[in-house]
């Protein structure tokens, strides 16, 4: 890009800034773990380079239609194999050996933006063949079931805010809401009880939240240690063990981001964060664009996931469709 583009690319500089502050952080002060730093490097290089590209209409329509694949295929993974990952629970996860598998509700957030974008190009903007509007229709019900069977209820809830709009816009349209209410009957009847519970009925009483507001409190605690230049480069269980010898983790994006960043590096990652949310009218999604950001936002409040494909896939999909002006796909 140097040797065509006539010089040094000049977007996404914060990215260079964080790079920088973690490898001075790591010389400095010497607290580090290599999977942290490593995991850190990886994701800001790979969102570093996908991004200062200037990318076609029919590039992005084809990345967009490579990450919705990339669900569809952990859906059918995960109904293939339809195993349970946790004893006495009915969630179902994919598996990658005997023993190992995906954690449920990083899976859920994975599929979550892929699925509210079939729901984009199904109900709101329809494509012109019948065959591949009916293809995406079937990919919703897909990857929707696959939310649902993983019991992940920040995904179900960020599924939720991302097509309330889309809901609203399909109430002025009578035909499509059979079809809705037909999907979700199916989806009640065929539901597991304990999942159904789970996501819509007591789900909130089972002491899940309370542990997840003392994590956050063990984690917020832990940035008011340190917080300027952070608490170092380690997992937030090793960091908070350190500090107050109760092991558990900041289960919060945000916090594990100002637990390992500080506020001074945490400035440029959360500019990154709103920067897509500031351009969302140069995108083709458009109005649409707000409340599938606020539903990826959500979902990453609700896991510690800053370090993962979870954070940096839709992270680098939205920058790609606000950085590059398309009117429509």
Not at 219 to 230: D, N, Q
């Amino acid at each position: 890009m140097i040797r065509t583009g006539g010089g040094y690319p000049r977007k996404n500089v914060e990215i260079i800034y964080l790079l920088v502050f973690l490898y001075f952080s790591v010389l400095l002060y010497g607290y580090y773990s290599f999977d942290i730093v490593a995991a850190y490097s990886l994701v800001l290089v790979l969102f570093y380079f996908v991004t200062i590209h200037k990318y076609k209409i029919e590039e992005i329509y084809f990345l967009l239609i490579c990450y919705v694949l990339s669900a569809v295929i952990l859906s059918v993974l995960l109904f293939l194999q339809l195993k349970m990952p946790y004893v006495g629970r009915v969630r179902f996860t994919v598996f990658f050996s005997e023993t190992e598998f995906y954690d449920a509700n990083f899976l859920g957030s994975y599929l979550l933006l892929p699925t509210l974008l079939s729901f984009y190009f199904s109900w709101i903007s329809p494509l012109k063949k019948k065959i591949l509007l009916c293809i995406c229709i079937v990919v919703n019900i897909i990857l929707l079931a696959a939310i649902l069977a993983t019991g992940s209820r920040a995904a179900m809830v960020g599924v939720l805010i991302g097509i309330s709009p889309i809901l609203c816009d399909i109430m002025k349209k009578k035909k499509l809401i059979i079809v809705l209410v037909v999907i979700m009957a199916v989806a009640y009847i065929y539901l597991p009880e304990e999942l159904l519970e789970r996501l819509f009925l007591n789900s909130y009483d089972d002491g899940s939240q309370s542990r997840r507001t003392d994590d956050w409190l063990y984690g917020l605690m832990a940035v008011g240690k340190y917080p300027i230049f952070g608490c170092g480069f380690s997992s937030t269980s090793t960091i908070i063990y350190r500090l107050f010898h109760v092991n558990i983790t900041a289960h919060n994006s945000f916090i594990a981001m100002f637990i390992n960043w500080g506020f001074l590096g945490s400035i440029p990652f959360l500019y990154l964060l709103s920067r897509p949310l500031c351009k969302y009218r140069n995108c083709f999604l458009n109005t649409y664009l707000v409340s599938f950001y606020f539903a990826f936002i959500f979902n990453i409040t609700i896991i510690e996931a800053i370090t993962s494909f979870v954070f940096i896939i839709p992270l680098i999909v939205f920058t790609i469709i606000t950085q590059n002006k398309c009117a429509q796909i």
